[in-house]
């Protein structure tokens, strides 16, 4: 199964996860929950211990985010003209490319030089290099079919 598949069954299992109403946190966000609950029982003499939480929430809602990874929308790629981003295709396990708004596709390094393949064209575009999970052993765990 190649890295295009992987995705596919990837976003397969999130799809029943969140249909039968079961999500999985990850651990930025059980972190920054700890926080925020500890953050309400500080009292106002307590501003700096404050601030170092606010920025403690704040880095972890960066990794987060990077965790996530969620496949880019067209919205995002044209915000993102000349910056790397990972793609994923069914002939291409995973490689790096550069953003080129101008013609709405990615640009590759290659051996003969630069080439270039238009955007959503049979590929998942994310702004980090993507993390697979296999989300099978949650899906055993609640008895939900992967249908």
């Not at 996860?17 to 500890?38: C, D, G, H, P, Q």
């Amino acid at each position: 199964m190649n890295e295009y598949e992987k995705i596919e069954q990837m976003n397969h299992q999130i799809y029943i996860m969140k249909k039968n109403k079961k999500t999985v946190l990850s651990k930025w966000r059980k972190s920054r929950e700890f926080i925020e609950a500890v953050l309400k029982t500080l009292s106002q003499h307590e501003e700096k211990l404050k601030d170092a939480l606010e920025f403690s929430i704040k880095a972890l809602l960066t990794m987060q985010v990077q965790e996530e990874n969620s496949p880019l929308k067209k919205s995002n790629l044209v915000r993102l003209d000349g910056e790397p981003v990972w793609v994923v295709s069914y002939d291409h396990d995973g490689r790096w490319g550069i953003v080129n708004t101008i013609n709405e596709s990615i640009l590759f390094p290659t051996n003969e030089g630069i080439k270039e393949e238009g955007w959503f064209d049979g590929m998942y575009i994310f702004r980090y290099k993507k993390n697979i999970k296999d989300y099978s052993q949650i899906l055993e765990k609640y008895n939900l079919k992967d249908e």
